[in-house]
């Protein structure tokens, strides 16, 4: 039983990193209309970002939470300002490769630089150890990264779907041109709500790190199950990719304790699965 | 008559100080040139009609008007400032406010945001009570989907949202399109209050039967160009000529 609550626990984790991630893509493909093949490298942008602090700076983990995001942020800022805007209007598919192109770029240059290894990244002292919840041992740090990552993607939801910013986020997905000629900045809109996903996943990056080491092609790893998320949950949906985040990594785990030979190839059956069924995914809405 | 002439027209109503001035105004949607020399003005505290066929162009001009239109050339002067080469919110931020033939509503919005959606460009608008107090319907269904509101209350919405900015001069592409007598009626009396509030109209009509009972002064757009224009007061001396632009 032990087992089946560990791989429980790891589930809920890759959960949290998924959902943070494909959430991230949720907003970008909503609202700039781009599959962000880049996603998984700004994720290790991310973790590459809180290693430097800490080794170079010695600024510490809770920094890095905060500053990451904005500096990769800041980075895909550019990337949207320089090369993504030119994509407007065109097929999806010069958005998947440019961005593509970009990830590979990006993994290059870092694993130029740092090889394919895993650098150290320690757990902060405050989230080191764990609990005995009588039925299961919790290491703290991984307890912490489902509970803000969840705090995280909440927040996130509220923001688009609750808030007046939102509110013109969700408009200017349906109509630009329109919500444009109401006063409303929607170039400099798009390029914040870039910088915005693309933070995302760099904040999911530094959670990573202390779990999965740094490494350049963590985010490489990870991008594809993402997208099958993504595709599972319904592309630009926002609680859809939250939802579809977590209960995927938790099946994820499941299958490792039931069946572990499946345990790498679930997602993908169930993404085969739903787009048999329902091919804008399960909260995805008809174009 | 000549177009110079149409341009220079002395309103019958408003202040008399031309809020918009449009010369030469050519428009493109891609190869498609669409608008050849647009000449006409708007005067402070007036409504003006673009009357037309369909595919006549005067959609396109209120577009090219408020910038959404890719290329364009000629010149637009907006209270004395040239707005060709402005984006559309720089020009929604100058006081010009636009309420498409579609009508745009949101679906993912509620009505309350829908509502709130255009910022305030500028003191002046109105407030909610007021719009309230127009439209009554909207009130009532601030919490539904802003899609699921009849064709008339979500024309009533699309002009209802563009009051609140402080805008003083608003573009309405034809608000009455495939409404009930009833609703096309409440319209007219919205239009002639906001006249009556001080908002300069530009109005975008094939129902010139409405357009007679709120407009001072007309023009007719056809193949991209105004090639008549007259007063309200001049309505029935022109009302054969009026027959044949429109086809009816």
Redesign the interface.
């Known amino acids: 039983m032990q087992a089946l609550y560990a791989q429980l626990l790891v589930g809920l984790i890759n959960g949290s990193f998924y959902a943070l991630l494909s959430l991230g893509l949720a907003v970008i493909f909503g609202m700039l209309n781009i599959i962000n093949f880049a996603h998984g490298a700004l994720y290790m942008m991310g973790a590459f970002v809180a290693y430097f602090l800490l080794s170079l700076g010695g600024i510490n983990y809770w920094w890095a939470l905060l500053i990451a995001p904005i500096v990769v942020g800041v980075f895909g800022m550019i990337l949207e300002r320089t090369m993504l805007q030119w994509l407007t209007g065109l097929d999806h598919l010069y958005g998947l490769l440019l961005t593509f192109g970009i990830a590979l770029i990006v993994q290059g240059v870092f694993q130029n630089y740092f090889g394919s290894s895993g650098l150290p990244y320690a757990i902060p002292d405050q989230l080191k150890g764990g609990m005995n919840l009588g039925f299961m041992f919790l290491p703290i740090y991984r307890g912490w990264v489902v509970v803000f990552s969840l705090v995280v993607c909440i927040a996130t939801w509220f923001l688009i779907e609750k808030t007046?910013l939102g509110?013109?986020l969700?408009?200017a997905?349906?109509?630009p041109?329109?919500?444009?000629?109401?006063?409303?900045?929607?170039p400099r809109m798009i390029t914040l709500t870039y910088g915005l996903g693309v933070g995302l996943a760099a904040l999911a990056g530094v959670l990573s790190a202390p779990i999965n080491q740094v490494r350049p092609l963590m985010g490489a790893d990870l991008i594809i199950v993402v997208f099958a998320v993504v595709v599972i949950g319904g592309m630009g949906s926002i609680m859809g990719s939250i939802l579809t985040g977590f209960a995927l990594g938790v099946i994820e785990g499941l299958t490792k304790y039931f069946y572990p030979e499946a345990s790498n190839t679930v997602v993908f059956v169930l993404m085969v699965l739903v787009l048999l069924v329902k091919p804008t995914g399960l909260t995805g809405r008809a174009a | 008559m000549p177009e110079t002439a149409i341009a220079e027209a002395p309103a019958k109503a408003g202040t008399g100080e031309k809020i918009l001035q449009v010369r030469n105004l050519e428009a493109w949607y891609g190869e498609s040139h669409i608008l050849h020399g647009i000449n006409f003005d708007v005067n402070a505290g007036e409504v003006v009609t673009l009357l037309g066929r369909n595919g006549a162009g005067k959609t396109t001009t209120l577009k090219s008007i408020?910038?959404?239109i890719g290329k364009r050339t000629g010149s637009v002067q907006f209270n004395s400032q040239d707005i060709i080469r402005a984006?559309?919110?720089k020009?929604?931020?100058m006081g010009i406010?636009?309420c498409?033939e579609e009508r745009?509503i949101?679906?993912?919005?509620d009505v309350r945001?829908n509502l709130?959606?255009?910022?305030v460009?500028r003191a002046g608008g109105l407030p909610l009570e007021q719009i309230f107090d127009l439209f009554p319907n909207l009130k009532e269904r601030l919490n539904s989907q802003g899609t699921k509101l009849s064709g008339g209350e979500q024309q009533m919405l699309a002009i209802a949202r563009?009051l609140r900015?402080g805008a003083s001069f608003l573009m309405l592409d034809e608000p009455t399109e495939g409404l009930a007598p009833v609703i096309i009626q409440q319209i007219g009396h919205t239009i002639a209050r906001l006249k009556k509030e001080g908002f300069t109209i530009l109005l975008v009509e094939q129902n010139f039967r409405f357009a007679s009972t709120v407009a001072d002064r007309y023009y007719v757009v056809e193949h991209g160009k105004i090639i008549d224009g007259f007063s309200n007061s001049e309505l029935a001396a022109n009302m054969d000529k009026l027959h044949t632009y429109l086809g009816v």
Do not use: H, K
């Not at chain 2, 949101?106 to 919005?109: E, G, V």
């Not at chain 2, 709130?116 to 910022?119: C, D, E, N, V, Y």
């Open positions: 007046r509110a013109n969700r408009a997905t349906e109509n041109t329109l919500v444009r000629a109401f006063g409303i900045n929607v | 408020m910038g959404i984006t559309s919110d020009i929604a931020r406010a636009f498409p745009g949101f679906s993912s919005l945001e709130l959606l255009p910022p460009v563009i900015t």
